[in-house]
Nanobody
Framework: QVQLVESGGGLVQAGGSLRLSCVAS????????MAWYRQAPGNELVATTS?????NYADSVKGRFTISRDNAQNTVYLQMNSLKPEDTAVYYC?????????????WGQGTQVTVSA
């Protein structure tokens, strides 16, 4: 089992920045990929980072958002710069766990990000 707890959401003006954090606990050794999704309405995969260090981004956030992973702190971050009103959403942390029993996905509870014009 993996537990994910997000923090860092809030209200910010357009052009501002926020940093989201997601702390993982439990069977963290099994986590291969961590990602951030957003829902507002509709779901979008925002960014992913793998255990090998590679990252991928949605076209809508490239150049503005950065995903990073601190393995010592069991934490993944999403640095969001140059925020736009269309970035307003509930942001969810996601982890993919791979064990001998198979692959399983885990979700955090979500954190609201609101960007005012």
């Amino acid at each position: 089992q993996v537990q994910l707890v997000e923090s860092g959401g809030g209200l910010v003006q357009a052009g501002g920045s926020l940093r989201l954090s997601c702390v993982a606990s439990g069977s963290i050794f099994s986590i291969e990929t961590m990602a951030w999704y957003r829902q507002a309405p509709g779901n979008e995969l925002v960014a992913t980072t793998s255990s090998g260090g590679g990252s991928n981004y949605a076209d809508s956030v490239k150049g503005r958002f950065t995903i990073s992973r601190d393995n010592a702190q069991n934490t993944v971050y999403l640095q969001m710069n140059s925020l736009k009103p269309e970035d307003t959403a509930v942001y969810y942390c996601h982890a993919t766990s791979v064990t001998t029993r198979g692959t399983r996905a885990y979700w955090g509870q979500g954190t609201q990000v609101t960007v005012s014009a």
